[in-house]
């Protein structure tokens, strides 16, 4: 059985966060993107699950803004995908939201990402709403999901 742990992003991991952000999108963040988040601590939070030899294989970032908890990013490698990494790191990244006094968890999805749309609707996200054109490479729009009364469904790792 595999086995995986997660642990905060530091500066030592930051090009490992960027392997995983190009493997899994068309517009990547950019290392000063990653480097300013480190440095907005209380607000932005960034999380690497990492498998026995300690490859990084996924992510997840999120940033908690009073009582909610907005996730900017969740990715695994596209070899390890259906394993329940992202599973793994949604019910982690959740539970530090409800430990950090979030109530409401929100996140933007491209209306293609039926993988995506799937795992979110798991864990209670439903969409809330449409910003049109939002993403570019390709254009498309983007549904706004929310999760209301933030708790972690039983039964998930
Ligand atoms: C979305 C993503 C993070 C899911 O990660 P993952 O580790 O494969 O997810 P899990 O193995 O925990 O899957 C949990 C459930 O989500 C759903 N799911 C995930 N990928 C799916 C797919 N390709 N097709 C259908 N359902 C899928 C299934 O319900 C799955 O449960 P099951 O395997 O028991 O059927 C991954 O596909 C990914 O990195 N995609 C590219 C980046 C991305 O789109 N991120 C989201 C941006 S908002």
């Known amino acids: ?27 990547p963040w950019t290392k000063a993107m990653y480097l300013a988040e480190l440095e907005n601590r209380g607000v932005s939070y960034c999380y690497l699950a990492r498998d026995t030899q300690r490859h990084a294989v996924g992510f997840c970032s999120f940033w ?20 329940g990494i992202g599973s793994l790191l949604l019910t982690f990244v ?13 996140l933007e999805v491209r209306r293609s990402n039926g993988a995506a749309r799937l795992l979110y609707g798991r864990f209670g996200f439903a969409v809330a709403g449409v910003r049109t054109d939002y993403y570019s490479k390709p254009v498309e729009d983007a549904l706004v999901l929310w999760c209301e009364n ?3 469904p039983e039964g998930r790792p």
């Open 64 to 83: 908690r803004v009073l009582d909610e908890l907005h996730i900017n990013n969740l990715a695994v490698l596209p070899e390890h995908r259906r394993t």
């Open 1 to 27: 059985m595999s086995s995986w742990i997660i642990e905060p992003l530091t500066h030592a991991d930051v090009d490992d966060v960027l392997a995983l952000e190009e493997a899994a999108f068309t517009n």
């Open 94 to 106: 959740l539970n530090k939201g409800v430990e950090l006094g979030a109530t409401r968890a929100t």
């Open 150 to 152: 933030l708790h972690v």
